[in-house]
């Protein structure tokens, strides 16, 4: 069948993600609906793959701990994994899998071999950028891969909010240049990075905005551990605001979610956005920040190093602190410079949903025809 001859509304697609709503990462929600723009019928179901019998023409696989669990550590679940892609290749399923990391960041062996059994069972690999696909035909160098970019948050949360409003919602200082490192920090070495780096940075006015920057926790995190769970309380309590006054930060817990409904004035109340890992391929930040017209620094890595780099956004080496110094001072300038607007007409139309939508239909009929 060619591509005109598939009908995109005759195209049955399973995304093997949790059920809408039940997740705070939005990413694969709003892929569904932009599928479903295009014409595709999609649903979305973790369950779906495991217990029916449904006959689907496309599988999507997002995170493969998505589909295994993301603790797993049942050596059986791999047996079974190959067992139903088995199924739904017998009954003319094809498989696509978008690549958001090159193995998980705390990754055991059962979630390694479910990468392995993935990434070798798609019939079509979709990236976020050329690092990714380049990186990934190394190990594959027979694969069909497809360049996707990662969309923007269109129509997801409220966008008309000004830095004014934004500042004033959080209680942040209207006259701050506020740098923000959004999402958890997932170890020491990103906090010292970042705190050492923006300690030693020469602007008068500056504020960072991390609101999971410390490893502390008011919450019973340590069980019977007596030492570790008041250790935890005390620098909390004390030693949290104590250094938010000395180190020009206002920072929260890594364990504390921050709510969807305010999510998007962290980001509107900013400057700059800074994506803080040392070590990382994709992230939801970037088309965040593009957005909200703001400026983006990032590590010159991955998928991200690449559009930061193509759009003329700073980008820094991880471990050098004055190539991170300077990505604070051209960041400072590129904000001055309206580097944000020109962001945000490259996300509109490169990175808007419809175009998403359209593009993955396309790569589902690819797969379709072979």
């Known amino acids: 069948m060619s591509d005109s001859e598939t009908d995109s509304q005759s195209i049955k697609a399973l995304i093997v993600f949790r059920e ?113 696909q380049t990186e990934f035909m190394q190990k594959y160098p027979d694969s069909r891969n497809v360049i996707i970019p990662h969309h923007i948050y269109q129509y997801t949360y409220k966008e008309d909010i000004s830095i004014e409003s934004a500042r004033q919602y959080l209680n942040l200082p209207q006259e701050a240049f506020i740098v923000t ?39 019973n995190k340590y069980g019977r551990n007596i030492f570790k769970r008041w250790a935890s309380r005390i620098g909390y309590y004390l030693a949290m605001p104590l250094l938010n006054r000395m180190l020009n930060l206002q920072a929260g817990a890594n364990d504390e979610l921050i709510d ?34 703001k400026v983006v620094m990032g590590p010159a890595t991955g998928n991200i ?11 820094f080496h991880p471990d050098n602190r004055t190539d991170i110094l300077e990505a604070f001072e ?17 996300a509109l139309e490169h990175m808007n949903i419809r175009k998403t939508g359209k593009e993955y239909a396309q790569t589902y009929k690819d797969a379709i025809n072979g």
């Open 20 to 132: 809408n709503g039940e997740t705070d990462n939005l990413f694969v929600p709003i892929l569904c609906d932009a599928i479903r723009m295009a014409g595709i019928n999609v649903r979305c179901s973790q369950k779906e793959f495991w217990e029916s019998d449904t006959t689907y023409d496309i599988i999507h696989f997002q995170w493969p701990e998505e589909v295994v669990g993301w603790t797993c550590e049942d050596p059986d679940v791999i047996r079974r994994l190959k067992e139903r892609i088995a199924f739904f290749r017998s009954r003319g399923a094809h498989f696509i899998y978008t690549r958001h990391n090159i193995r998980p960041h705390h990754a055991n062996d059962i979630i390694s071999r479910a990468y392995d059994i993935i990434e070798s069972e798609s019939d079509i690999v979709v990236h976020m950028g050329h690092y990714s």
């Open 260 to 293: 969807n409904c305010d999510l998007p004035y962290y980001i509107a109340a900013s400057d700059v956005i800074f994506i803080q890992r040392k070590d990382i391929l994709n992230s939801g930040n970037v088309p965040l920040g593009f957005l909200y017209h």
């Open 305 to 315: 190093g690449e559009i930061l780099a193509a759009t003329g956004n700073p980008t």
């Open 181 to 219: 490192a959004f999402g958890k920090f997932r170890n020491r070495e990103e906090i010292r990075m970042v705190a050492g780096a923006f300690s030693k940075w020469n602007e008068k006015n500056k504020l960072l905005l991390a609101p999971r920057f410390y490893p502390f926790s008011r919450h």
């Open 330 to 346: 051209k960041a400072r300038q590129l904000s001055a410079w309206g580097q944000g607007e020109t962001n945000y007409a490259y």
